[in-house]
């Protein structure tokens, strides 16, 4: 079975970090794009970010651009989001999500979602 | 407030068909056949309905379909059922500045 499950959400105070996993299973990790895509409480989906099967081109919307980093360890078939500098805006349910292709930033399609992970930046 | 433009709420009754629009520019849905459509349910993740326009995923219902005039992208729902209550995002290919974008959500109602 095709499943994303992601982890390490939590609390944490303005202007922290916090690093969240996304650990892939049932598809070749290393082949698929892969996207966060976030929702503020009771807001719709904002596109995060994205990055290449093999990791090496990375996307990033303007309202993260130089606090988040995204990466990948295909060899342990995990997606992670480094995230610095944390804001209160930053709070949302944090979904990793699968491209359909191998380099893109999702806009090709993101087919396999998964439950989400809660942030909450607050003090 | 988002980049693509959708009605806050449609609604619909048992069988009938609706269309839910999505409005950009020329730098994302008009210049790009990358529309993608997804359905939420309440509490959970969102699924893919419709990519690249009017393609449909693997197991999707053919009730549901896509298409594309200009800068305004549709997604139309015939033969209405219950369980298509829902919220409805577009999403498009923005360029190499945004990348993707989405539009705020409709919440579908079937009466």
């Known amino acids: 079975e095709v499943q994303l499950l992601g982890s390490g959400g939590g609390l944490v105070q303005p202007g922290g970090s916090l690093r969240i996993s996304c650990t892939a299973s049932?598809?070749?990790?290393?082949?698929?794009?892969m996207s966060w895509v976030r929702q503020a409480p009771g807001r719709g989906l904002e596109w995060v970010s994205g990055i290449s099967g093999s990791g090496t081109n990375t996307y990033y919307a303007g309202s993260v651009k130089g606090r988040f980093t995204i990466s990948r360890d295909n060899s342990e078939n995990t997606l992670f989001l480094q995230m610095n500098s944390l804001r209160g805006e930053d709070t949302a349910v944090y979904y990793c999500a699968k491209g359909r292709d191998s380099d893109s930033s999702g806009s090709y399609g993101m087919d396999v979602w998964g439950q989400g992970t809660t942030v909450t930046v607050s003090s | 407030q988002s980049a693509l433009t959708q009605p806050a709420s449609v609604s619909g009754s048992p069988g009938q068909s609706i269309t839910i629009s999505c409005i950009g520019t020329?730098?994302?849905?008009?210049?790009?056949?990358?529309v993608s459509w997804y359905q939420q349910h309440p509490g959970k993740a969102p699924k893919l309905m419709i990519y690249?326009?009017?393609e449909r995923p693997s197991g999707v219902s053919n009730r549901f379909s896509g298409s594309k005039s200009g800068n305004t992208a549709s997604l139309t729902i015939s033969g209405l059922q219950a369980e298509d209550e829902a919220d409805y995002y577009c999403?498009?290919?923005?360029?190499?500045?945004?990348?993707?974008?989405f539009g705020g959500g409709t919440k579908l109602t079937v009466l």
């Open positions: 049932g598809f070749t990790f290393n082949t698929y794009a």
């Open positions: 020329s730098s994302d849905v008009g210049s790009y056949d990358l």
């Open positions: 999403c498009s290919y923005a360029g190499s500045r945004s990348y993707v974008v």
């Open positions: 690249e326009v009017n």
